[in-house]
């Protein structure tokens, strides 16, 4: 079973003029989002112009959480300032089920959106597996998905996966109408847990999904609340329980959307 392997806690350095940003002290990270030493931002390829338009999160300390799956070693730059910034085990569950079901779900060349990618694990694995990639959340964590995205796929996913805000309930067919965007899989990991937006959650979800559009949900499932989401849930989609994870009180599903 691939599972995280190791990680390493970093703190910013600090100088009389004020702390580094942990990505400028690692020196892995440039001013425009790109990888590599300073001056090597000519020689970034156009495509990756997608993965550059966020200024990179500005945490006080961070870790480098250290994965492997699909026989490619992944490194997250993960940090407990946010939760749009830490690998929650949903994330590691659904990595796993794709890597063992990638013929089966035909992942090569699928268009994928992940709901909430946060730190970007799951959405890096897809785009090994193949697919072509779009990973969204909310402004604030776009930065830290952006790195880790740029830092894991290239030179090693035929598709490099594009970053867009998406917020919840908001602004859906402004940004994403369904003439333009289709995807063949819909993937979220811990969306659901004790906040505010469920309900714009839910409604998301059933927008994004078109005939033929199948979602992929998988959730540790904490409180009440998570199990009243799931009984709504299952009144917008025909859903099947795909994988079970005791040990980890992780659920995976399966939703087609339902069409009156």
């Not at 580094?20 to 990270?29: D, N």
């Not at 859906?172 to 965007?181: A, I, V, Y």
């Not at 904490?222 to 989609?237: A, G, I, N, P």
Request: net charge negative; aromatic share 12%; with cysteine.
């Amino acid at each position: 079973m691939d599972v995280c392997l190791s990680s390493e806690l970093r703190e910013a350095p600090c100088t009389p003029d004020g702390c580094l940003e942990p990505a400028a002290a690692a020196g892995s990270l440039q001013e425009d989002g790109t990888g590599g030493p300073p001056g090597d931002s000519n020689k970034i390829e156009p495509s990756l112009h997608s993965l550059q338009r966020f200024v990179p999160t500005d945490y006080a300390s961070y870790t480098q959480e250290h994965y492997l799956f699909a026989g490619t070693k992944i490194v997250i730059q993960e940090s407990i300032e946010s939760y749009g910034a830490v690998v929650w085990p949903g994330a590691t569950a659904l990595c796993q089920y794709l890597e063992e079901h990638t013929e089966e779900l035909n992942l090569q060349d699928a268009k994928i959106l992940e709901i909430g990618a946060g730190p970007g694990l799951v959405s890096t694995v897809a785009s090994i597996l193949g697919a072509q990639v779009t990973a969204t959340d909310l402004p604030e964590v776009l930065g830290n998905l952006q790195y880790n995205l740029l830092k894991n796929t290239l030179k090693r996913a035929a598709h490099l996966p594009e970053v867009r805000e998406l917020v919840w309930g908001e602004s859906l067919e402004q940004h994403f109408p369904k003439s333009t965007f289709y995807y063949d899989y819909v993937l979220a990991s811990d969306v659901v847990y004790h906040h505010y937006f469920l309900d714009k959650l839910l409604t998301t979800m059933a927008y994004l999904c078109q005939p033929g559009t199948v979602l992929l949900w998988a959730n540790k499932f904490r409180f009440s609340t998570d199990y009243e989401f799931l009984d709504k849930f299952k009144q917008v989609f025909d859903t099947t329980l795909l994988a079970e994870f005791p040990e980890s009180s992780v659920k995976i599903f399966k939703g087609i959307l339902k069409w009156d």
